[in-house]
């Protein structure tokens, strides 16, 4: 894969998922913007390591989302990737969740992936092209307890994937997602013990994924080696959904 020259957005590209595609693009080549939302430390270490730009941005900051791609454009005078990656889960069941936990998810997750979108729409377009990649999750394909407000966001990104990629086509915009599984991130860290031992005996592969796993094949749809791939999902998950329990 080859992104030389490419220049692309990530959002929380601090740690986990987005960590390794900020690394693995810089590596192949991208000049690599990436936010972050509270990790200062850690960010300052990537974009010193890597050569990219770390700079903070909450997802629901839209005057910041703009501004940061009004000025990549300034700057660049294009911009050719988008990676919607920045996400929460709050988990709770719904019955007893508050209200307040459910739209903190659904803004982080789904209206922060609307906003970068709707930003980058017309930089790509001027640009000639460009490719966004949205990380969506299993949890939006399939039901999870304590997860209704994140699978809502995961699945409407999928919903969002496919209509974004029938409207951008003619312009040579295209849109995917990646669908990770049980992935070996902070996210994932803070699960209970006995729940993420039931969660690993449904992996058919029998293990949690790497970041870097997911990173390649956001790599992969980001990069002309997909040229003839829009719309789409690319499940990363061992097996996870693909396979039965019996
Ligand atoms: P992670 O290790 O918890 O990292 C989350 C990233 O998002 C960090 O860079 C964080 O910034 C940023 N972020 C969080 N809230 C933000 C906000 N309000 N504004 C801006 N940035 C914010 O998560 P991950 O596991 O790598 O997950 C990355 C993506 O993959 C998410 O969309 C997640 O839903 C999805 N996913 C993960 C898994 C999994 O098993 N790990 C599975 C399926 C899907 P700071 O570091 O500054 O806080």
Redesign the pocket.
């Known amino acids: 894969m080859d992104l030389k020259d490419k220049v692309a957005i990530v ?9 390794k595609t900020v690394e693995l693009f810089s590596a192949l080549g991208a000049h690599v913007y990436f ?6 430390d ?2 300052a270490e990537i974009a010193e390591k890597t050569g990219s730009v770390a700079i903070q ?4 900051d839209k005057d910041c989302i703009l501004n940061i791609v009004d000025s990549t454009f300034d700057k660049k005078k294009r911009i050719d990737i988008l990676v ?6 709050d988990d709770q069941f719904f019955a007893i969740a508050d209200i307040t936990q459910w739209y903190k998810v659904l803004e ?2 789904l209206n ?1 992936t609307i906003y970068w979108s709707k930003s980058v729409c017309k930089p790509m377009i001027l640009s000639g092209g460009g490719a966004i990649v949205n ?5 939006g394909l399939v039901g999870i307890p304590g997860q209704t407000n ?1 699978s809502t966001s ?1 699945g409407a990104i999928l919903a969002f994937t496919r209509s974004l990629a029938a409207e951008l086509a003619s312009k040579n915009v295209r849109v995917n997602s990646v ?10 860290e803070k699960m209970p013990r006995d729940i993420k031992k039931q969660n690993l005996g449904k992996i058919a592969l029998k293990r ?2 790497k ?1 870097e796993e ?1 990173a390649k094949v956001i790599a992969f749809l980001a990069s002309d080696d997909s040229s003839y791939i829009t719309g789409q999902k690319i499940v990363v998950d061992g097996g996870l959904t693909a396979t039965t329990i019996f």
């Not at 959002?11 to 960590?19: F, L, P």
């Not at 941005?57 to 629901?60: G, L, S």
């Open positions: 959002t929380g590209g601090s740690r986990g998922i987005g960590k936010t972050y939302n509270s990790r200062r850690e960010a941005c909450d997802q629901k919607n990656n920045a996400g929460i889960t982080v997750n922060g990380v969506a999750s299993v949890s994140y995961k669908v990770p599984g049980f992935i070996e991130t902070d996210m994932t949690f994924g970041p997911v």
